[in-house]
């Protein structure tokens, strides 16, 4: 049963590095810290909503940016189980705003010294558990409702990726701005 459940030595150390990285720029991107999280559900700190937008476009045309050069870039889209999104999207947030943090930035916190994410890092393990022994339920009765299976806005739409990826930079520096606009008039 175990012969294959850890990756081979070269891919943990690969994640093992990613990790740390990840970490260390969200520590140095502030995200790891408790008001800064719960400054953006207050709409206070707007640091986590400017990091996941550049992060997203960035991402975006890193990886169509690859595609297109003929790189073998596989995007491991998931299925589009709309009620399974719904939920896992609910106690998502629900998890994020009772703890403050998201699981990247719990991890990092608690890399950082802070204790108080200890009790939400463990319940995220616990939760994942309960997940993974409740999945073949979960996969009949939950993830089947809505499933379009591996749909993309491209696959559904015919048009090309670097639209979409288009009006998401559009969008993200319309938000910046907007951002910067609310940030002058507070001070």
């Known amino acids: ?81 709309l009620l399974g999104n719904a939920l896992g999207g609910l106690i998502f947030g629900v998890g994020m705003a009772a703890l403050g943090y998201c699981p990247g930035t719990a991890v990092a916190a608690i890399g950082e010294g802070s204790r108080h994410a200890i009790p939400g890092v463990l319940g995220m393990l616990v939760g994942a558990g309960l997940y993974a022994e409740a999945y073949p339920w979960i996969k009949i009765n939950i993830l089947s409702i809505g499933n379009f299976g591996k749909a993309t806005l491209p696959s559904l739409t015919g048009i090309s990726a670097w639209w979409f990826i288009l009006a998401l930079l559009v969008l993200a520096m319309g938000s910046f701005y907007l951002i910067a606009r609310l940030e002058q008039k507070d001070t």
């Open 1 to 81: 049963m175990f012969e294959t459940f850890f990756a081979n030595p070269s891919t943990i150390l690969m994640g093992g590095v990613t990790g740390f990285l990840f970490g260390f720029l969200l520590q140095k991107g502030g995200v790891t810290r408790y008001s800064v999280i719960v400054g953006q559900f207050l709409l206070k700190d707007f640091t986590v909503l400017k990091i996941m937008l550049t992060a997203i476009v960035v991402g975006s045309v890193g990886i169509y940016g690859m595609r297109s050069l003929g790189l073998d870039i596989d995007l491991h889209v998931k299925t589009t189980a």
